[in-house]
């Protein structure tokens, strides 16, 4: 367990609305280890940006983290999400064309953070960022550019390199390419991870695309309604999953091949539960082809390390 | 960027001739010149001689252009009360109006920009709540009350601030001014508090909603993400943001405080436009009547320019709208 | 009706004490605004009841002369300023709501036409609405008081003193019930179900006022909430500045310009109590207002 850059260890997220108290996030774990790239896959609500959020610590009210810890690099950081925001862990945001302040140029935007997080002077501090732009590829010399002259793939290159100036160990990617055109989406892709793999920084990249997990992630978490349903090895997790519903996702994903051309695409039945209309036991039983009584009763932990499912609780067992 | 302005250029030019419009048919229907300037016992053929002097008999197009004319050689004929040439009754009064109005836009403006955003950082704190409950009776307060109140307790009980006029004002040729005196700068006081509080409160509580909308922005929330401190979040990325629909309301608003100064001149009986104007309104002055409007349109007109302009300055986006996609 | 009760809109209400209080302020009001004549121990329109010798008493103070007491004092001319602010409120009220549904016709109107026929009518109707916005409604007010005056005979100008007051603040008003009912009407105009209804037969204005209205009832109310308390503060300074309602026929706010000139001989109820009962309405609506707002837009919620 000593090469876990940082551990999630049952972190709740609650808020409070009028029909009473909501689980954004319900007793969720998973780790990160030095220079990987964890894809978290689910539907839109499932709680996966609320992870990224809960890392940072930029939960905005009226939620919050009731339980839970959150330890990076061998220490809580529950209490001390300030001091590794943007220097030891960096965060992406879906909409380039919202991330960069419209009335800034991007030069002063990158000086700002080198000068605040990196012990540097100006003239270095520039030299820094011009570098920074070019890594990306981006012209140096449009440090003096407001946002609004780059096209929403440039501005997410511009948005990379701010992340990536402070030198951060961890880069939480929220949908970084959602918003951007298909064809763009694997350029930007491709330059994130390249740029990690160069400096050894670990991604958590959140998505719904089976795709980019496919293409792009070491690990996968799978999660569902707020809770973590399967994690594990992408490999393994995409050609083998334990979960019915991670199986319900990748039956579910078009394929451009001669075999499943033809092919009907599979469809899980039914929709995620709303949190506040959330069922007893498994929050995916009531969709499930195979629940059990169990299912609808009580809420299945994570076996093996790898699903949270009770079909598995015996083979964990045997195990 | 200079489409943009001869673009708003254009649109007040035909905003001042519709409120232009407006004044002449004030002046030429709602009046009557002629009964005016001539008693009940003038005859048929003196009547007719000055219709025809006054181009009353021209067609309309011609009188209408014919007063644009002459308002733009600040000509707007001869008041009814005193028979004074209405310029001259303005141009007296205007210094009064024009320092009462920009101390307490200035007043309104710092204050309640502050006051704003401490109370958008500070949001659900003690004090923030407090204010902003406070700020609510602010605007449900009349201006007018406002005044008599600040007079109850300043001028009468305390004695501390005279309760009417501009006290001694000093002469800089054509323009009186009250910021040389001691008394004039007293006299200065409850009116201005008057005039600008309502404007504080309204441009208090739109910086905090605004601030509050840009907080939740993707780009404020990638600057915490970014780890910049939240003295840097809040000033370098945050208020800029604010300070542009603030400004372009603000501006605006300077047009209400030169309205509202016809109150606040009532109240403390201020020697201003404003009280000209009620009077005028009163006595059914309507020469009087007319040149205010017009005054008061191109004030405004220019007003809204300035504020165009400024948010060009502010926002890069529309300064060069060319090279956006 | 029972439908109300059981609505999101009646949840809400119940849980938010501002708005309770507030209805009930207005409520008060109104009521005994009505009621006037009952509650009121004289009627202060009627010069016969006022007895010179009771002019200044304090509140609760036996007058000097004649032993009146009076809840909250008498003005100058002993007139009992309890029975006045019950008179003065209802011409308050009765000036706003008139002014408000002038306002609210009048808008409803020009922006059902501006968003159904379109064209230059549309444009001339909002730039005309532009331009008014450019000036404050009070002072537009004010200019179409003045302009009434000029035009009518000097011995109506005192009769028709409080219709005058309706209509330049009626008419300064119309501007946002005219934009929030056009963009409605646009948006609902290109809808499928106004083609299809024509096809049999319903005549397409008809369809539309069908559709429009419940659609543009909520944030009407909020505007006709808002240029309520607007309205109560305008008619309030008008008749302050002396160009509203006449002496004969105090409002609030002639009440508060005639308690100015006793603050410095040091009668101060002359002024507070009608001063009060106008910050308690005007606040009381305004809070409604807001809480209407909220509740009704959820895009703020």
């Not at chain 3, 009048?106 to 159904?116: D, E, F, P, S």
Request: aromatic share 10%.
């Amino acid at each position: 367990m000593d090469d876990n850059l940082l551990e999630v260890r049952n972190i709740s997220v609650t808020f409070k609305n009028r029909y009473g108290t909501l689980k954004a996030l319900d007793n969720l774990s998973l780790n990160v280890k030095k220079g990987e790239i964890l894809g978290l896959v689910g539907e839109s609500g499932a709680g996966k940006s609320m992870t990224g959020a809960a890392i940072l610590g930029l939960i905005d009210p009226p939620g919050h983290m009731s339980s839970g810890e959150i330890w990076y690099k061998g220490k809580c950081i529950n209490d001390a999400h300030e001091a590794i925001r943007g220097r030891e862990i960096s965060m992406i945001f879906q909409d380039p064309l919202m991330s960069l302040n419209p009335l800034r140029r991007i030069g002063d935007q990158l000086l700002e953070t080198i000068l605040t997080h990196m012990n540097v002077t100006k003239s270095e501090a520039i030299k820094r960022a011009r570098k920074g732009l070019e890594e990306v590829g981006i012209d140096p010399n449009r440090l003096n550019s407001y946002p609004h002259t780059f096209s929403g793939g440039m501005r997410q290159r511009v948005v990379i390199a701010l992340a990536l100036a402070p030198e951060p160990s961890l880069i939480i990617a929220d949908e970084p390419t959602t918003a951007l055109d298909v064809s763009v989406q694997a350029q930007i892709l491709d330059l994130l991870k390249n740029l990690c793999k160069e400096r050894g920084t670990s991604i958590i990249l959140v998505t719904h695309d089976m795709g980019v997990i496919a293409q792009t992630t070491d690990r996968v978490g799978v999660l569902y309604a707020g809770r973590l349903a399967e994690i594990g090895d992408t490999r393994e997790v995409l050609t083998n999953p334990k979960h019915p519903y991670t199986k319900g996702l990748v039956d579910s994903t078009p394929r451009i091949d001669a075999n499943s051309f033809y092919k009907e695409l599979y469809q899980i039945s039914g929709t995620m539960p709303k949190l506040d209309a959330m069922p007893n036991g498994c929050a995916f039983h009531p969709r499930c082809e195979f629940a059990i009584d169990k299912c609808s009763k009580e809420t299945p932990q994570v076996f093996s390390d790898r699903a949270a499912c009770w079909l598995l609780e015996n083979e964990a067992i045997v195990e | 960027m200079l489409v943009i302005i001869f673009r708003r250029l254009g649109q007040s030019i035909l905003v001042l001739f519709i409120v232009a419009l407006i004044s002449f048919l004030i002046f030429r229907y709602v009046g009557n010149p002629v009964d005016n300037l001539m008693g009940q016992e003038a005859t048929l053929a003196q009547r007719a001689a000055l219709i025809e002097a006054l181009g009353l008999n021209d067609p309309f197009y011609k009188q209408y252009f014919n007063f644009i004319w002459k308002a733009l050689q600040f000509d707007f004929g001869n008041s009814y009360r005193g028979a004074l040439p209405v310029s001259e009754l303005i141009a007296s009064r205007l210094p009064a109006t024009i320092e009462l109005a920009v101390t307490s836009a200035f007043f309104a403006l710092v204050l309640g920009v502050i006051i704003g955003i401490y109370t958008a950082i500070n949001r659900g704190g003690y004090i923030a709540n407090l204010i902003l409950s406070t700020s609510l009776i602010g605007v449900s307060l009349p201006t007018f009350l406002i005044g008599v109140l600040l007079i109850w307790l300043f001028a009468v009980e305390l004695k501390w601030l005279p309760s009417f006029g501009r006290g001694d004002v000093v002469q800089l040729g054509w323009w009186s001014t009250g910021f040389l005196t001691i008394s004039g700068i007293k006299s200065l006081v409850l009116p201005s508090i008057t005039l600008g509080l309502y404007q504080l409160t309204l441009i208090m509580r739109l910086t905090r909603s605004e601030m509050l909308e840009v907080m939740r922005q993707d780009y404020v929330r990638f600057a915490k993400a970014l780890g910049l401190s939240s003295k840097q979040v809040n000033f370098n990325h945050a208020l800029p943001n604010t300070l542009v629909p603030v400004i372009t309301i603000a501006g605006l608003q300077l047009g209400s405080i030169v309205a509202f100064a016809i109150i606040t001149e009532t109240v403390f009986q201020w020697p201003g436009v404003g009280l000209l104007f009620i009077n005028a309104v009163y006595f059914v002055d309507i020469p009087v009547m007319s040149a205010y409007l017009l005054l008061v349109g191109v004030l405004f007109v220019i007003i809204n320019l300035i504020v165009d302009l400024l948010y060009l300055a502010i926002d890069p986006r529309l300064r060069d709208s060319n090279t956006s996609e | 009706m029972e439908r109300f009760f059981k609505s999101d809109f009646f949840y809400d209400f119940l849980r938010a004490p501002v708005a309770i209080i507030s209805f009930c302020v207005v409520a008060l009001l109104v009521l005994s605004a009505i009621f006037a004549q009952f509650i009121a121990p004289t009627n202060p329109f009627d010069p016969a009841s006022l007895e010179l010798m009771n002019g200044f008493t304090p509140p609760m103070e036996p007058n000097m002369f004649t032993g009146d007491v009076f809840l909250l004092g008498a003005d100058d001319q002993g007139r009992d300023l309890f029975s006045a602010i019950l008179y003065g409120l209802r011409i308050s009220l009765f000036v706003g709501i008139m002014a408000v549904s002038l306002a609210m016709v009048m808008g409803v109107l020009l922006g059902l036409i501006a968003g159904y026929v379109g064209g230059w009518l549309d444009n001339l109707i909002m730039r005309l609405a532009d331009i008014q916005m450019t000036f404050p409604s009070i002072l537009i007010a004010m200019l179409i008081f003045g302009v009434a005056r000029g035009l009518l005979p000097p011995e109506l100008r005192y009769e028709m003193a409080i219709t005058v007051l309706i209509i330049s603040i009626g008419l300064s008003e119309w501007v946002p019930f005219a934009r929030t009912v056009r963009g409605t009407t646009m948006v609902e105009k290109e809808k499928e179900y106004v083609a299809a209804a024509q096809l049999i037969g319903l005549k397409r204005w008809q369809i539309m006022i069908r559709h429009i209205l419940p659609n543009v009832l909520g944030p009407v109310l909020v505007i006709a909430t808002i240029t309520f308390a607007l309205a109560i503060i305008a008619e309030a300074s008008l008749s302050f500045l002396g160009v509203g309602a006449p002496r004969t026929e105090p409002s609030l706010g002639t009440l508060i310009r005639v308690g100015q000139d006793f603050l410095f001989s040091g009668e101060w109820w002359i002024l507070l109590f009608p001063a009060l009962t106008l910050l308690a309405l005007a606040l009381a609506v305004n809070l409604l207002g807001d809480w209407l707002r909220d509740t009704l837009n959820p895009r703020l919620k």
